[in-house]
């Protein structure tokens, strides 16, 4: 299995407009970071966690070529609105789309056209909602376990694939889902800043969990520009770094 980052950033993406601060300033690429997402190919499968609003951007930069799936996080701006763009994915079938329920309708709201019996233009895309319940998602020899987490006040959703779990945009782990998180390879979790916020992990909150989680390997994702990646990777520890767009993960089976 392979976990390609195609995002690493928040809602305003690295640099952000506006902002001559020395991060969104910075030659280093590790720095600039499009909005949070993830690609995963397993043997024949590919599929992605979260359709961004740079994912037009990201899957040029990548070359891919063939998607089967897509599983939502949630339905922030960030993690949806790139939805459009997978329509040269799904010319020729059908692509299951995964998510809660409340994911869902705010898909079927805010693109409505895709359902509504409207003039072709430059096509839509062809999409199947799926409601994720608690079990896992059976694809072929890869299941895709939904993890409980907290963003805030809402419910959203992390994943588990294998010794793999993506948890962006998590503020707080439910003490149902940790059984969920027992014995990882890898743990990809979101740390936003330094300092508290109401909504995301900060930096310490993220380590405690890691220390709980006790991954084997631990990567910080959804970061804003109160981070530079040489700096914060120097006062990690040996286990804990931060991704950066277009790292690429290599797992066993």
């Given at each position: 299995?392979?976990?390609?980052?195609?995002?690493?950033?928040?809602?305003?993406?690295?640099?952000?407009?506006?902002?001559?601060?020395?991060?969104?300033?910075?030659?280093?690429?590790?720095?600039?970071?499009?909005?949070?997402?993830?690609?995963?190919?397993?043997?024949?499968?590919?599929?992605?966690?979260?359709?961004?609003?740079?994912?037009?951007?990201?899957?040029?930069?990548?070359?891919?070529?063939?998607?089967?799936?897509?599983?939502?996080?949630?339905?922030?701006?960030?993690?949806l609105h790139g939805l459009d763009d997978?329509?040269?994915?799904?010319?020729?079938?059908?692509?299951?789309?995964?998510?809660?329920?409340?994911?869902?309708?705010?898909?079927?709201?805010?693109?409505?056209?895709?359902?509504?019996?409207?003039?072709?233009?430059?096509?839509?895309?062809?999409?199947?909602?799926i409601s994720l319940g608690n079990g896992?998602?059976?694809?072929?020899?890869?299941?895709?376990?939904?993890?409980?987490?907290?963003?805030?006040?809402?419910?959203?959703?992390?994943?588990?694939?294998?010794?793999?779990?993506?948890?962006?945009?998590?503020?707080?782990?439910?003490?149902?889902?940790?059984?969920?998180?027992?014995?990882?390879?890898?743990?990809?979790?979101?740390?936003?800043?330094?300092?508290?916020?109401?909504?995301?992990?900060?930096?310490?909150?993220?380590?405690?969990?890691?220390?709980?989680?006790?991954?084997?390997?631990?990567?910080?994702?959804?970061?804003?520009?109160?981070?530079?990646?040489?700096?914060?990777?120097?006062?990690?520890?040996?286990?804990?770094?931060?991704a950066y767009d277009g790292q690429v993960?290599?797992?066993?089976?």
């Amino acid at each position: 299995m392979q976990i390609i980052f195609l995002g690493t950033g928040t809602s305003h993406g690295i640099p952000c407009i506006a902002c001559s601060c020395a991060i969104c300033t910075s030659s280093d690429p590790k720095n600039a970071r499009t909005r949070a997402s993830i690609w995963i190919r397993h043997r024949h499968l590919s599929l992605l966690i979260d359709t961004s609003t740079d994912f037009r951007f990201q899957a040029i930069r990548e070359g891919m070529t063939s998607l089967d799936a897509i599983f939502f996080t949630h339905a922030h701006a960030d993690h949806l609105h790139g939805l459009d763009d997978i329509r040269p994915l799904c010319r020729d079938k059908t692509m299951p789309v995964y998510g809660n329920e409340a994911t869902l309708t705010e898909i079927r709201s805010r693109f409505n056209y895709i359902f509504e019996d409207t003039q072709k233009g430059g096509g839509k895309p062809k999409i199947e909602l799926i409601s994720l319940g608690n079990g896992a998602v059976d694809l072929g020899d890869l299941a895709v376990q939904p993890v409980p987490i907290k963003h805030g006040s809402l419910d959203i959703l992390g994943f588990r694939l294998g010794g793999f779990a993506y948890l962006t945009d998590c503020s707080g782990i439910p003490e149902e889902s940790y059984k969920l998180l027992e014995n990882l390879e890898i743990l990809v979790i979101g740390a936003l800043r330094d300092k508290p916020h109401e909504t995301h992990f900060s930096v310490p909150e993220a380590l405690a969990e890691i220390g709980r989680i006790r991954p084997e390997r631990a990567y910080f994702t959804h970061l804003c520009h109160n981070l530079e990646h040489q700096e914060l990777l120097s006062r990690l520890p040996p286990n804990v770094e931060p991704a950066y767009d277009g790292q690429v993960l290599d797992l066993g089976d």
